[in-house]
């Protein structure tokens, strides 16, 4: 098999998550449009996630979160995104590089992708021990807990299937 020197599997990882991106720039910027809202999952021990030990203890290897009713101060940047969620009656703001994500999904049209961690090298300290409080929490909101690695994903209340870019590799 000839070798693949161009790398388009990072390719469209990276084109990909620009669609995430995206999406999350302009949700920022004009709020969620209709009923969509998204499921993200992310690597919390990748580099230059920032959440809060208590919740880094609880998920120590992925979490998802829902942006959907009670969230807040989205911003998004070139390489991450942060937000503000209620967890447990504590409200904390979480930092995630697009590198980071594993998972999105939008339930309401549904649409998604699944992919593999670009960076999965370990948080530095810094980023592991640097919490953010919120002075007034709203309503609460939880994490779900990921999927399995290897697990099919069926979406919500059936709909379409979301799918591993490894589907569509030569191994």
Do not use: C
Request: charged share 25%; hydrophobic share 40%; aromatic share 10%.
């Amino acid at each position: 098999m000839p070798e693949d020197y161009i790398r388009y599997d990072l390719l469209a990882q990276t084109a990909l998550r620009g669609v995430v991106r995206t999406v999350l720039a302009d949700a920022a910027k004009n709020g969620l449009p209709g009923e969509h809202h998204f499921k993200i999952t992310f690597a919390t021990g990748a580099a230059g996630v920032r959440l809060s030990e208590r919740m880094r203890a609880q998920y120590p290897e992925a979490m998802t979160i829902i942006l959907q009713h009670q969230f807040w101060d989205l911003a998004v940047r070139e390489e991450a995104f942060d937000v503000g969620l209620s967890f447990g009656g504590v409200a904390e703001k979480l930092t995630v590089p697009f590198n980071a994500v594993t998972a999105f999904f939008d339930p309401s049209v549904p649409f998604g992708f699944q992919f593999e961690p670009l960076d999965a090298e370990p948080a530095d300290e810094a980023d592991a021990k640097a919490p953010e409080r919120l002075a007034q929490p709203p309503a609460e909101k939880t994490a779900d807990a990921p999927p399995a690695p290897d697990a099919k994903q069926e979406p919500p209340d059936g709909g379409a299937e979301v799918v591993s870019l490894d589907r569509f590799r030569k191994k």
